[in-house]
């Protein structure tokens, strides 16, 4: 039936494999899981970072534009690393909650909801989400 050897016995070891009959030595199977992308992590970390040059163009702010890029950029690898395994997430919980006190206090001090009250409310849901994974963990 088959014109060559090798051929037939290829095709026998692969018809045995499909039937469940070959499992040692089999070569790894590629991974069915899922690539997981974290894009609220990453749009959030680009509100913060673009938030800080915003904040110095505005206002000249040199304590904007450096704790705005700083945290945005550090929050940038967070939704790397939470992209990369979702179990690593505690950068992000950190970061989340340290914004969401620092704006909260000046978002209460002020009133204003640009940008105090949208950083206090994107990092509360921030801080939400991952508080949600660490306890389900």
Same mark, same amino acid.
């Given at each position: %039936? &088959?014109?060559?050897?090798?051929? &037939?016995?290829?095709?026998?070891? #692969?018809?045995?494999?499909?039937?469940?009959?070959?499992?040692? /030595? %089999?070569?790894?199977?590629?991974?069915?899981?899922?690539?997981?992308?974290?894009?609220?992590?990453?749009?959030?970390?680009?509100?913060?970072?673009?938030?800080?040059?915003?904040?110095?163009?505005?206002?000249?702010?040199?304590?904007?534009?450096?704790?705005?890029?700083?945290?945005?950029?550090?929050?940038?690898?967070?939704?790397?690393?939470?992209?990369? /395994?979702?179990?690593?997430?505690?950068?992000?919980?950190?970061?989340?909650?340290?914004? %969401?006190?620092?704006?909260?206090?000046?978002?209460?001090?002020?009133?204003?909801? %640009?940008? #105090?009250?949208?950083?206090?409310?994107?990092?509360?849901?921030?801080?939400?989400?991952?508080?949600?994974?660490? #306890?389900? /963990?």
């Amino acid at each position: %039936m &088959c014109s060559r050897d090798e051929r &037939c016995s290829m095709l026998q070891v #692969a018809a045995d494999r499909s039937r469940g009959r070959i499992k040692a /030595n %089999m070569p790894p199977q590629p991974s069915t899981r899922t690539p997981y992308t974290d894009y609220f992590a990453y749009v959030y970390a680009g509100i913060v970072f673009i938030g800080g040059i915003i904040g110095f163009i505005k206002a000249g702010s040199l304590t904007s534009i450096g704790i705005g890029t700083v945290t945005g950029t550090l929050l940038g690898i967070g939704a790397r690393q939470v992209s990369a /395994n979702p179990r690593h997430f505690s950068l992000l919980l950190i970061l989340s909650g340290a914004l %969401m006190v620092v704006m909260g206090t000046r978002y209460s001090q002020s009133g204003k909801v %640009m940008p #105090a009250g949208l950083i206090t409310l994107i990092s509360a849901i921030s801080f939400l989400r991952y508080g949600i994974r660490l #306890a389900s /963990n």
